[in-house]
């Protein structure tokens, strides 16, 4: 590490290439500076180099170091030219569009589903033999799909052959097509009973491009990811990338292949849980989708909600969570066509931005349902496995808890990063933190932060090769820390005592139903004694005192006391009141009209 | 020079238009370099494999799938029909016998030898692409499909539904500030392409599609008309393959909002012809935008090219295209170049422009579209 200097590294977007130029300073990795030019994979360009040179070039421009020499990237270092290393991640083109299939929806195509989602893949269906569907309807769906890929689970080592044989039968019958490269044969992957590797392959080998590897889920209690999440990186260099244009030169300037935006973002946030030892759900809100990623007690959960999104899939979220659901968030009485219209022609004019508070207040309330709905999706997902017998002890014979707990626990987490326009570029910080708060719903102690510049693909692929800079250049240039939440979990009655926070020998009350904010400077360290109200649980359990360490941030130390679960007025007026008042806690009402 | 954000659909009377048609799967191209084609010429063909069905016949049979191969009478590459036998096992000394009958006709692909099954791969389904507009092949691809080249007038819309379609242009309303009621939807626009005005209300266009109006062309829609028209909602703006009787093509946005006048006065000049209307729309990775193609005669003079490069200048004409002011037309007077605060709170470049009525805005340059030509 010592002899890397400067790093350069891009993250190819659907319509936005990213630069970012990294250089050590003294003993520490720091951001430089920061390029970008329109992505070039359309016509008239059709070479995604041309977007990254232009990207390159206005880093070359910010910091006045030469990289570029014949529009190729000079790597390594020549003199005081050029860059160390060069690295690239990519979403663009729609990223990596996968099909799953297993045996039990609920336990091999599960799993598939979260190898598949932890390589980084959009999930375009899954397909179990057990998923209510007559073949037919699944042949005809696995047609219409154009894929870059399948995975196929299901049986544990020395179980069911028949099954896997039928699905085998099954794609055959679908005759599957991938979505790119006409005429090419469509890559599957095969992850499933080792047993019956043999007469799956017979089946397909003539129609597909089949590549057996270890069984994802060889036992019922175990889950065996790896190999399939490297199958389908390797297999999305090799064909995915391949086809996008100009993907196979690029792919010659880099130092590490290139990886896809959503595997290289689960990486670095995958290399700060371990390094801090925290608990961390991380959210990337686009135009078109969204992603979560959470890691808690070591465990990694990603998931892509890739109908849940601001600009391009906004009646998505429209459609999904209702109008009501939207409505609810907005701190002002709203005609109902009005906003429907407003969302349809955001859908169909994606780059415009609000420009009246309203029309802002109404995107964050969108924003809101799209995070809310993206978490309750990876909540399902993020769990134990299911088909497990918990039985160890009578004891626990006799209190069976349900298989298939979700593995997200709020009161264990300790940091929310939030990334993504709506969240990064937020016109005020606070207004990120509010709809972080109002969509996720923290307990206990949690730490709220953005995404400053949305460099996190690009700090993943370092994180692989140098996890030190990658870290270094996360905490010190990446995160924006808004400051600690302390949310105490139950509910009350309006103005009853929810709970004390003692902090530097003072006390400081707080009725149920209220935020306060309280001032708290970015990297200020507090010890402070959460004394819950009574029915409340502050993290050390219901009415215990609770001892943390909070932080502060660019908007402070925040208390939220409005009750866990988070209970709306169900009348409009109160309902607008109770908002406007969460938006003077953060000082966020002026503007907004009487 | 700054360049608008939001690049403007393009209206234009005269102008080169090159369409791409090609099939999904490898097939024949059926027309050579050069040739003149219409738009119901099937340029490329192919036939897309039929679906296969599976035949349990060991469960038809009540046998053992290692026993298969006893009582089959077909194999692999074999042609069979409907209601034929291709398996029968007897029992009973042979007095009884049991039958296993092809459900379809098609080619035997599949007989597995770990589960029994029995695939028969049915006939394959012919797919053409047809020209869709009146043009010259200017490139072959091969195995896929050709480039056409035609002159003419291109109208883009913003959003669409339903795919392609052609008819003659017909105008029915009197100003594009009009909405289209039922009423004046009449039989005798069936196979037309019916321009309306701002609107056409939910009646007119289910009335339109009860009796077969090819396509509707409108400023605005109402948002709860066009998911009544459908049937369900729409959820991202990826559209083309509706099962809808009318295309439909609204060039301003969603609500009542008048049709652009010079957007209304083309397709008032283009009335009487014969158009190419297509309402397929992708708003990502791919950018299409439904259009309204009408083929000229090729004239002495060169046409528009179709690409022009247009940057936010002084004066420029342009659209807004967010509230307030949304769908309004103002021209350029004032780009301050640096980023100032708007009543969102957000720090973004403006410019300032003179609305039709002479009022002076401040507008997000994001919220700009420039009118093409």
């Known amino acids: 590490m010592s002899e890397i200097r400067t790093i350069l590294a891009t993250d190819c977007g659907s319509t936005t290439t ?89 336990m091999s195509a599960e799993s598939a589903e979260r190898a598949a989602l932890g390589a980084g893949a959009i999930i375009m269906d899954v397909i179990a033999v057990d998923d209510g569907r007559k073949e037919y309807e699944k042949v005809k769906r696995i047609r219409e799909l154009r894929p870059d890929m399948i995975l196929m689970s299901g049986g544990t080592d020395g179980g069911t052959v028949t099954h896997l044989v039928e699905i085998a039968e099954m794609l055959l019958s679908a005759d599957p097509k991938p979505r790119l490269g006409i005429g090419l044969k469509l890559p599957v992957i095969y992850a499933g009973n080792r047993e019956a590797a043999a007469p799956v392959k017979d089946i397909l080998d003539a129609k597909v491009d089949i590549k057996v590897v270890d069984n994802l889920r060889p036992t019922l209690e175990r889950e065996n990811l790896g190999p399939a999440r490297e199958a389908i990186h390797e297999l999305f260099l090799q064909h995915v990338m391949q086809q996008a244009p100009g993907y196979g030169k690029l792919m010659t300037w880099t130092s590490a292949g290139i990886m896809s935006t959503p595997n290289a973002v689960g990486k670095i946030i995958q290399t700060i849980a371990e390094q801090e030892g925290i608990n961390v759900l991380a959210v990337d809100i686009g135009g078109a989708t969204t992603d979560v990623f959470s890691v808690f007690a070591g465990d990694f959960t ?129 207004q990120s933190a509010l709809m972080m708060l109002d969509a996720y719903q923290p307990e206990g102690v949690t730490m709220l932060a953005v995404d400053s510049i949305f460099m996190m693909p690009q700090l993943g692929i370092l994180s692989t090769v140098m996890p030190e800079a990658a870290s270094q250049v996360f905490k010190r240039d990446c995160l924006i820390k808004l400051g600690s939440v302390i949310a105490p979990v139950g509910n009350g009655s309006e103005g009853r005592h929810a709970c004390t926070i003692v902090m530097n020998g003072e006390r400081i009350e707080i009725p149920f139903g209220t935020i306060k904010v309280i001032p708290l400077a970015e990297g200020e360290k507090r010890q402070v004694e959460i004394e819950p109200g009574r029915g409340f649980d502050a993290g050390s359990g219901k009415n215990k005192t609770h001892t943390a360490e909070v932080e502060g941030g660019i908007v402070g130390m925040i208390i939220d006391a409005r009750g866990r679960p988070l209970n709306l007025p169900s009348d409009t007026g109160k309902r607008v009141a109770k908002a406007r008042e969460s938006l003077k806690a953060f000082g966020l009402n002026e503007g907004l009209k009487e | 020079m700054a360049t608008a954000y939001t690049p403007g659909l393009k209206v234009t009377p005269d102008t080169n238009i090159r369409k791409t048609r090609r099939l999904p799967l490898k097939g024949q191209v059926m027309v050579g370099m050069g040739a003149q084609v219409e738009p119901d010429t099937v340029v490329a063909m192919t036939e897309l494999p039929g679906i296969m069905q599976t035949v349990r016949v060991p469960e038809v049979l009540g046998i053992e799938p290692s026993d298969l191969g006893r009582y089959l009478k077909v194999a692999v590459g074999d042609r069979v029909e409907r209601g034929m036998m291709i398996a029968e096992s007897k029992s009973m000394f042979g007095l009884i016998k049991n039958e296993c009958k092809s459900p379809v006709g098609g080619v035997v692909e599949l007989i597995s030898p770990v589960s029994g099954h029995v695939g028969i791969r049915h006939k394959p389904t012919p797919v053409e692409v047809r020209a869709h507009i009146c043009g010259r092949v200017i490139e072959i691809i091969p195995d896929e499909g050709v480039i056409l080249e035609a002159r003419g007038a291109l109208i883009q819309g913003i959003f669409g539904i339903g795919g392609e379609r052609l008819g003659q242009i017909k105008v029915v309303v009197d100003s594009p500030a009009d909405i289209l009621e039922e009423d004046r939807v009449t039989e005798d626009l069936a196979g037309k392409v019916v321009i309306a005005g701002s609107n056409i209300t939910g009646a007119a266009l289910r009335k339109a599609a009860s009796i077969g109006v090819s396509g509707v062309v409108t400023g605005g829609i109402i948002d709860k008309d066009l998911v009544a028209y459908l049937g369900y909602d729409i959820g991202v703006a990826i559209t083309g393959q509706e099962a809808v009787a009318t295309s439909l093509i609204v060039t301003e946005g969603f609500g009542v909002i008048r049709m652009a006048e010079r957007t209304f006065q083309l397709l008032k000049h283009l009335e009487g012809q014969q158009a190419s209307i297509d309402g397929s729309t992708q708003i990502r990775a791919g950018v299409i935008r439904p259009e309204i193609i009408v083929p000229c005669e090729m004239s002495a003079e060169s046409a528009q090219p179709a690409e022009s490069e247009q940057s936010l200048d002084i004066g420029t004409k342009i659209r807004l295209i967010r509230s307030p002011h949304f769908g309004q037309l103002a021209e350029v007077t004032a780009l301050p170049a640096e980023p100032v605060v708007i009543e969102s709170g957000a720090k973004v470049r403006i410019l300032e422009a003179r609305l039709s009525g002479g009022e002076v805005v401040s507008v997000p340059r994001a919220n700009v579209e420039i009118i093409q030509g």
């Open chain 1, 302 to 430: 990603r998931t892509v909600s890739a109908n849940l999104g601001m600009s391009y899939s906004i009646c998505n979220v429209l459609a999904e969570a209702g109008l009501g659901n939207i409505r609810r968030w907005v701190p002002f009485e709203t005609d109902e066509e009005y906003v429907r219209e407003q969302l349809r022609n955001k859908m169909i004019r994606p780059t415009t931005i609000p420009q009246t508070i309203e029309d802002l207040y109404i995107e964050q309330a969108v924003a809101r349902e799209a995070l809310r709905l993206a978490f309750d999706h990876h909540k399902s997902l993020a769990r134990e496995l299911t088909g497990v017998q918990q039985t160890r002890t009578i004891g626990e014979a006799l209190s069976q808890g349900a298989t298939g707990k979700s593995l997200v626990r709020m009161m264990d987490l300790d940091m929310i990063v939030g990334s993504g326009g709506v969240l990064s570029h937020a016109p005020r910080r606070e």
């Open chain 1, 18 to 106: 990213k630069a970012i130029l990294i250089e050590k300073q003294g003993d520490e990795y720091r951001l430089v500076v920061r390029g970008e030019a329109p992505t070039t994979v359309e016509a008239p360009f059709d070479d995604v180099t041309v977007g990254v040179v232009n990207a390159v070039r206005e880093v070359e421009e910010l910091s006045g170091r030469r990289i570029l020499c014949g529009g190729k990237i000079v790597v390594p270092t020549q003199g005081d030219e050029g860059v160390d290393i060069y690295l690239s991640t990519s979403s663009a083109g729609g990223g990596l569009q996968m099909t799953v299939t297993g045996v039990v929806k609920s």
